[in-house]
């Protein structure tokens, strides 16, 4: 009974050091945590462990640019990036170190994205064309020439394939409507300044969606010699 009891003693005091453990690992204003120990800790609850959130309320991560991430982060951690759900969400995160954020910044660009559901058709075709062409008629340039042919983004430009159509949408209203709130939004300020609401939700039913037959079309096979 003696040595049960030991054994019984020795892993309460195993189980309570992990739990010790995993509170600290919460501690972002500890610079030893590391980046990807804070995303599966605490990112997770918004955005999934893997960096596919849910909610449309929390903008996907995985397979997002690195550089883009690096940048929203530290914009959050200066508080240059005011927009409601930064303020609400992400303002907390002041005591992330340069090495935090860049390995964040490494573990979610690395992970595999996933695409969105489709759903109105006539609305992702009429988001294709915008995509692709733009709005020629009212000065909206086309989206492709800078987040990619397949909406993988471009350096600085981010992912935007598999996106949740309604994150799109908040966003699109911000840099139109208080691109003061995204202090690296002025670019596109000027693409969405004569967007309709239909416009916009247009062009974010199809990124979220990004149906394969358009990366198809970006790619088609070799003609036959």
């Known amino acids: 009974m ?3 009891a030991q054994i019984i003693s020795l892993g309460m005091l195993l189980a309570g050091s992990g739990c010790h453990d995993m509170d600290r690992s ?3 204003d500890n610079p030893a945590v590391a980046g990807k120990t804070i995303a599966m800790q605490v990112c997770s609850n918004c955005h999934g462990v893997t960096g596919v959130s849910v909610s449309p309320n929390f903008p996907k991560l995985a397979g997002q640019r690195r550089e883009y991430l690096v940048d929203q982060l530290t914009d959050f951690k200066m508080h240059t990036r005011s927009d409601p759900n930064a303020k609400r969400f ?3 995160f002041t005591h992330l170190s340069e090495s935090q954020i860049d390995e ?3 573990y979610f660009s690395s992970q595999q994205p996933v695409m969105g ?3 109105d058709q006539s609305l992702i075709g009429a988001g294709k064309a915008i995509y692709a062409s733009g709005l020629p008629d009212k000065g909206v340039a086309a989206c492709v020439s800078c987040h990619g042919q397949r909406g993988e983004g471009m350096n600085q430009f981010p992912r935007l394939a598999g996106q949740h159509a309604d994150y799109i949408i ?3 209203l911000v840099f139109q409507l208080n691109v003061d709130q995204r202090p690296r939004g002025e670019i596109m300020k000027a693409v969405c300044a004569n967007m309709s609401d239909q ?3 247009a062009v974010a039913a199809f990124v979220e969606a990004f149906p ?3 990366e198809a079309a970006a790619n088609p096979p070799p003609a036959d010699q």
């Open 2 to 4: 003696k040595k049960m």
């Open 26 to 28: 919460r501690a972002v």
């Open 90 to 92: 992400m303002w907390g």
């Open 104 to 106: 964040l910044a490494a």
């Open 117 to 119: 559901e489709p759903g």
């Open 170 to 172: 908040k966003q699109l």
């Open 199 to 201: 416009d916009m939700r």
């Open 212 to 214: 394969p037959e358009t």
